[in-house]
């Protein structure tokens, strides 16, 4: 086997059982592994740590997967997706959908693999060569664990692509269906794009923050910025709000919102505009603000940029308002994370002159667990907060 040494003193991430391992932390690769490959690490002084995936072409240039002395079998990730599948069927916090992530990555043990289920389809998004190479090995387990009718390969290119790897699109088994899936979660009903869309198809991680919306919503003129296909909107008019405006510049995602909220259409306006414009331009008096804008700090380094951004937006949401006016902000990075976005809301309340509570803090459900050796998994924050005076 491939093997990879560490720099003296390098090793204290693997150790607390960290599942990435940065290139900078590497002293030298024996052997000449392939993109995939699975290698084993050594400290300096030659002691056998771990094992994992080999990603050659990026920063986090192995993502372990066992830890000690003995690798795991390949046949080990199965078992670990079998698992993982079991762990949903007995989680009554699941309940009532059929739409729910089956495999989180480093949370269920399987760094580089995402699994999500769509009524009797399934989507299989590797973002790292260790697991895109075992995808078509690892279709079985999940076959016989969920019974499903399908599944879709679509590999997130975007992390693939960063890495040097190059992947396609592919059926891993049954027909993939060529338009929208249609699905049910707590008395809301959705239509599914799960070649086109967004991730998977449809946001899973903000199923909990749906159902929040669902019950603040009655009487309340609601505003969904950054709506996507309408999930909070249909939350929205399924909690009897008095009204719903969807903001989206998709014009492909806004046909599925108009689709998603026509029960209701007389309660719902959906306007194809920027919004972070239409915040810009100013609000009217809505009662009820959703602001969940797509990721702005992918890396590190962006988290600057994108905290002036999320502090223009809360800043827009909050000043002006009338007192009572609630707002559900959210970001969706693991660099943006509940303290310092809790800084940021801070900070545009003070800029806004305004006195805010927070009411609740959020994060992704149960089908999105995050490992304790990891706390990067916890990508998603979101606060509702109150405008008082």
């Known amino acids: 086997m491939h093997t990879v040494v560490l720099h003296p003193e390098r090793e204290r991430s693997v150790r607390r059982r960290h599942p990435w391992l940065l290139s900078g932390a590497i002293a030298r690769v024996e ?18 740590l771990a094992h994992g995936h080999y990603e050659p072409g990026s920063q986090l240039r192995v993502r372990l997967l066992t830890f000690g002395k003995e690798p795991d079998a390949e046949d080990a990730l199965a078992r670990r997706v079998a698992a993982s599948v079991a762990r949903r069927a007995a989680d009554p916090l699941l309940a009532g959908t059929d739409a729910l992530r089956l495999v989180n990555a480093e ?26 190479r075992r995808a078509a090995s690892l279709a079985p387990a999940l076959r016989d664990a969920t019974g499903a009718a399908a599944a879709l390969l679509r590999p997130d290119a975007v992390s693939l692509r960063r890495a040097g790897v190059d992947a396609a699109e592919a059926k891993l088994w049954g027909e993939p269906p060529d338009g929208p899936v249609a699905v049910f979660e707590r008395g809301r009903s959705f239509r599914v794009d799960v070649r086109q869309g967004q991730k998977t198809g449809f946001y899973l991680d903000q199923r909990d923050a749906r159902d929040l919306v669902a019950a603040l919503a009655a009487g309340r003129r609601v505003l969904d910025a950054f709506a996507y296909t309408g999930g909070f909107a249909v939350a929205a008019l399924h909690g009897d709000a008095a009204h719903v405006t969807l903001l989206e510049s998709s014009q492909g995602a806004l046909a599925l919102a108009r689709e998603h909220v026509a029960f209701a259409a007389a309660r719902a306006d959906c306007r194809a505009t920027d919004a972070f414009e239409a915040l810009h331009a100013g609000l009217a008096d809505f009662d009820l603000v959703i602001l969940d804008p797509p990721p702005l700090a992918r890396r590190k380094a962006d988290v ?76 998603l924050t979101g606060l509702l907060l109150r405008v008082d005076a």
């Open 304 to 379: 600057p940029r994108a905290s002036r951004a999320y502090k223009d937006l809360l800043l827009h949401a909050c000043g002006g308002a009338r007192a009572g006016r609630l707002v559900l902000a959210f970001a969706c990075s693991h660099h943006v994370g509940p303290e310092l976005f809790r800084k940021i809301a801070f900070g545009a309340a003070l800029d806004a002159g305004r006195s805010v509570s927070v009411l609740r803090e959020l994060g992704a459900p149960s089908d999105h667990p995050v490992s304790l050796d990891h706390p990067e998994g916890r990508y």
């Open 107 to 132: 949370g269920d043990g399987l760094p580089g693999l995402v699994v999500d289920r769509y009524a009797d389809v399934l989507v299989v998004r590797p973002s790292t060569s260790g697991m895109l």
């Open 31 to 48: 052997g000449t592994p392939a993109a995939g490959d699975l290698v084993a690490v050594r400290s300096a002084a030659g002691e056998l």
